[in-house]
């Protein structure tokens, strides 16, 4: 059986992502200290999720827990490519 993804969720998980890296920029998302570069603090992602699922209509159902880690992977892929991109106009 195929996995059902909630679109609405995962629209708003990127309307908050997208928002919220427009403000604080990409810096927000990475771990200020510790001994690896560009390492992506997981907290960040998580308020994200949290903030989508707290705006989200409480008539709804709450999704689905393959629905949320989707969009997780998702917020740390794009974080990934973000950094990658960053990490290479920062080379040029």
């Known amino acids: 059986m195929a996995d059902i993804i909630d679109l609405t969720f ?3 998980v990127r309307r908050f992502f997208n928002k919220l890296i427009d ?7 990475l771990q200020k200290e510790g001994p690896r570069l560009f390492h992506i603090e997981p907290s960040k992602v998580e308020l994200v999720l949290r903030t989508a ?10 999704p689905h827990e393959k629905a949320i880690e989707h969009c997780r992977k998702e917020l740390r892929r794009e974080l990934i490519r973000r950094v990658a991109s960053a990490m290479l106009q920062t080379g040029l």
């Open 23 to 29: 403000t604080r920029g990409l810096s927000y998302f």
């Open 53 to 62: 699922l707290r705006a989200r209509n409480p008539e709804l159902p709450k």
């Open 10 to 12: 995962h629209a708003d």
